[in-house]
């Protein structure tokens, strides 16, 4: 009886996904707290700060007050573009991903594991980009002047 009431709910859930198009999906699954979260996250004033300060030239240091006034500055700024950055998420993920793709990503995001681990991205890239953010400096300092000269070329 178990296995029949499973099939059945297998079956809905195939048959309820199918309904949906991949826009409705997409927004569902843009629309997640687990995603949500992913974007307050990744527009936080600290995570902002971090990187501002992984993208400022080498020999350039901020104090403190400073790295936190322009965090605010740019979480405050990045802000304003969010519902754009829904808008095109939820147009890309839909042209991108079929929509039992998306019906997948949602399952996923919606589970304990998936939720623990959109909810440590974030944080892990932070400290991934912020471990770079030394060679990025001396990489930009080596090519820009390559840059310049193919800029100025023709």
Sequence with gaps: MKRIA????????LTTAQAQTAEELAKTYVNMPEVQQMMTDMFS??????????????????????QTAIGELMSDEMNTLRPKLEELMEATTAEVFSAEEIDALITFYSSEHGAAIMSKMGPMMQKVMGGLASDMQAMQTRITPKMIEIMSSE
Aim: charge should be negative; proline fraction near 10%.
């Design 6 to 13: 499973l099939a059945a709910l297998l079956s809905f859930n």
């Design 45 to 66: 004033p600290q995570s902002m700060a971090v990187q501002v300060v992984a993208s400022m030239p080498p020999g350039v240091t901020l104090s403190e007050a400073q």
